[in-house]
């Protein structure tokens, strides 16, 4: 099996070009919003930190990432899951005891001139591992089935909460219960799932952090504690209400520029965009990625084989939902997570992941005249 594709003419005609576009415009605007996050504002001017540097730098590594996989043959990738799964599970289990803290959670590997963190690999690996588990047939998932797939997503969930880091583990169960949506379930089986889960869903309770369930209560009542867990939340509401239809203009947020508002350049990246640029702006970005989900779904539909469709499948509802969760926490519908925005949150490794995530998505698009339909 040939492991990339040759360029070709009919490659440029196949590939899907409006996830290509819409990628690259949503890192363009991810980039000036960062640019604007980083700075800061003081008597003699505006001065920048070098979060937009870095995420420009990752930014091209990423670019660079997702045309390397679009050539790849993504079949190939079915060969290697198990290995990739089983390597990010050791890396998983080595943060613990090798990695480093930052900010009071131990999710990172030194390794000298950069660091990585294992939690974002575990997307791919799981991505890839549901994928060729699911691929092997299209019945729908009975129970045994079913808990099989679960477990290949629970194993790093555990891994990844215990660092603690809820948002990314929560991540990968999302992945996998979209691909077990995009597969099909036994009706018996998931009305039973539906009756038992929100059940079960109060008992998580007694297993969460301090802070986690200080988060649970602050999402309820932000101004319970509004210069603690409530400030955050609170600045992001303010940010964005200022910013009111058209927004108040590029760096010329109160709140973002004058460091009312934590974390951002991170998780709340999307307050300095409604800030300074209204609501407008905002709206604008929300149908950018409608556009960008939508040619995603577009690969699923024209996928020739069951693994390209599911990896797709995965790829869609990881996308989805990181940005409704986001956008969400943001303006006070859910509660704060820590999950980024995909291409506006700063983040090297999450980068990476979502270029290469990208990149075989146009890789399915350019093959899928090349495999027989399953």
Not at 66 to 72: E, G, N, P
Not at 97 to 115: C, E, H, N, P
Request: hydrophobic share 50%.
């Amino acid at each position: 099996m040939k492991i990339f594709t040759l360029p070709n003419k009919k490659m440029f005609i196949d590939i899907n070009w409006l996830l290509f576009m819409m990628t690259i415009l949503i890192f363009f605007v991810g980039f000036v919003n960062m640019y604007s996050a980083s700075s800061m504002r003081l008597e003699d001017g505006i001065t920048h930190a070098p979060f937009y540097e870095k995420q420009l730098m990752w930014g091209g590594i990423g670019l660079c990432i997702m045309f390397v996989t679009m050539f790849i043959n993504y079949k190939v990738l079915e060969h290697y899951a198990d290995i990739f799964y089983y390597l990010v599970l050791i890396l998983l289990i080595l943060v613990p005891i090798f990695g480093k803290t930052v900010y009071g959670a131990q999710r990172w590997l030194d390794l000298g001139f950069f660091s990585i963190q294992p939690s974002e690999f575990a997307k791919f690996s799981v991505l890839l591992m549901g994928s060729k588990f699911l691929s092997k047939d299209g019945e729908t998932l009975g129970w045994i089935r079913l808990c099989k797939l679960m477990i290949i997503g629970i194993v790093p969930f555990a891994l990844i909460v215990k660092q603690p880091d809820l948002g990314t583990g929560l991540t990968v169960v999302f992945l996998v219960a979209g691909m077990a949506l995009f597969h099909g379930i036994k009706w018996k089986v998931l009305r039973i799932c539906l009756i038992i889960i929100p059940l079960l869903l109060p008992l998580s309770w007694f297993v969460l952090h301090d802070y986690q369930q200080e988060r649970i209560k602050t999402f309820l009542d932000p101004t319970r504690d509004p210069r603690g867990a409530g400030y955050h939340i609170i600045q992001s509401q303010i940010a964005i209400g200022s910013g009111q239809l058209l927004g108040k203009g590029f760096q010329e947020g109160t709140q973002s520029q004058l460091r009312f508002l934590p974390e951002k350049h991170t998780d709340f990246a999307v307050a300095v965009l409604g800030e300074e640029w209204g609501f407008v702006g905002s709206m604008g970005v929300i149908v950018i990625f409608c556009f960008f989900l939508f040619s995603i779904y577009s690969t699923i539909s024209d996928a020739r084989d069951r693994f390209g469709g599911t990896l797709c499948a995965g790829i869609f509802f990881y996308f989805f939902w990181q940005i409704v969760v986001n956008t969400g926490m943001v303006v006070g519908l859910m509660p704060v997570v820590g999950i980024p925005l995909p291409f506006i949150s700063y983040g090297g490794t999450a980068m990476t992941v979502n270029c290469t995530f990208i990149g075989i998505v146009l890789s399915v698009s350019i093959n899928r005249f090349v495999f027989k339909t399953q």
